[in-house]
C-alpha cells in the first residue's frame, strides 16, 4: 500500500496550492479518506475528510478556504487550499482508514511566507 502526497511548496500569504495524494495498493473507492497536518512542535491535526460517497467535513480554521476532493478513476485524493494563511505553513498528510485499518502517506510541506 503507498499513498504518494504531492503538490506542497511555498507560497505567499493568499496565495492557493493543490495537494495531491495518489493512492495504489487499496481500493481506493471503499476508503474514507482525509487530510491531516502537523505544525512544528504541535500535534498531527484533522484538516479535512471525504467518505467514499463525497460527504465531506472541514475543521472550523480551514471552512471557506479549502476544498477536499477525490477521483475515483485516478485513485487520487485532492485538496485545493486557497487563502493560503501563514498558520497554515506545515506538514500535510492524507490518511486512508478503513475498519481501523491506517495508512499514511509521507507528507508534503507547505510553507505560506507572510
Known amino acids: 500500500v503507498q499513498l504518494q502526497a504531492s503538490g506542497g511548496g511555498l507560497v505567499q500569504a493568499g496565495g492557493s496550492l493543490r495537494l495531491s495524494c495518489a493512492a495504489s495498493g487499496i481500493t481506493f473507492s471503499l476508503y474514507p479518506m482525509a487530510w491531516y497536518r502537523q505544525a512544528p512542535g504541535k500535534q498531527r491535526e484533522l484538516v479535512a475528510q471525504i467518505s467514499t460517497g463525497g460527504s465531506t467535513n472541514y475543521a ?7 476544498t477536499i476532493s477525490r477521483d475515483a478513476a485516478k485513485s487520487t485524493l485532492y485538496l485545493q487550499m486557497n487563502g493560503l494563511k501563514a498558520e497554515d505553513t506545515a506538514v500535510y498528510y492524507c490518511k486512508a482508514v478503513l475498519f481501523g485499518t491506517m495508512y499514511w502517506g509521507q507528507g508534503t510541506q507547505v510553507t505560506v511566507s507572510s
Open 60 to 66: 472550523d480554521y480551514v471552512k471557506g478556504r479549502f
